[in-house]
């Protein structure tokens, strides 16, 4: 299998996290592509994704998929299903729902990001950066306030929440979230002793 991604995006590790977990990692053969808003990557769009988002996953058979969230229920398929994201019930209708706002953590991340460097400084929107910061701050509470969603096996709720504080430690070191939340805190730490987020930090590629 291959995997389009690029090695700073939290969707794209939430990926790979998730393939070590369920035992395939060694499965995925990894691609770096370029994407990124205002710069369309026709070929890309063509081959893989039209909407030019990562990552895509090529199966051995050669079919696209993707976005992450769907990568992920192919490769829990794959492994044997109900691993990372449980089959039935209430437990799976709970793991969806706190996936749902872990994953909104990354988008208003990624967000932050586009607004407060790759917008041209004279256009940018200070309004919104702040409101995306206060969804990401709101979000990572509700797991401090309900910390008992993140015991237990792993599951993919638990995969995106580490991924989206991953790229606030990369992206924003001095966004001190740890203080005000010490519960996710101490779980993030144990996390990150994972060969899945041990493997699997995020980097900037080298310059071309």
């Known amino acids: 299998m291959k995997l389009l991604y690029a090695p700073t995006s939290p969707f794209a590790r939430k990926v790979r996290a998730a393939a070590i977990e369920l035992g395939v990692g060694d499965q995925l053969r990894l691609e770096l592509v ?51 994201i449980p089959s039935e019930g209430y437990a799976r209708w709970r793991v969806l729902t706190n996936h749902a706002l872990a994953q909104g953590i990354c988008e208003a991340a990624v967000l932050v990001r586009y607004e407060t460097w790759l917008r041209p400084e004279t256009l940018r929107w200070q309004e919104l950066a702040d409101d995306q910061w206060d969804r990401i701050d709101t979000g990572i509470e509700w797991f401090e306030q309900h910390a008992g969603e993140l015991e237990g096996p792993v599951n993919l709720a638990h995969l995106t929440l580490g991924c989206a504080l991953g790229y606030l430690d990369f992206r924003w070191p001095e966004h001190d979230w740890r203080t005000r939340n010490p519960a996710v805190a101490a779980w993030f730490g144990t996390l990150s002793q994972r060969p899945s987020f041990a493997l699997t930090k995020p980097e900037t590629p080298p310059a071309s």
């Open 34 to 84: 370029q994407v990124a808003p205002c710069k369309p990557n026709r070929d890309y769009a063509k081959s893989h994704n039209p909407l030019r988002k990562i990552p895509a996953l090529v199966t051995a058979e050669g079919m696209t998929i993707f976005d992450s969230t769907v990568i992920c229920e192919y490769l829990d398929a794959m492994a044997g299903g109900g691993l990372i």
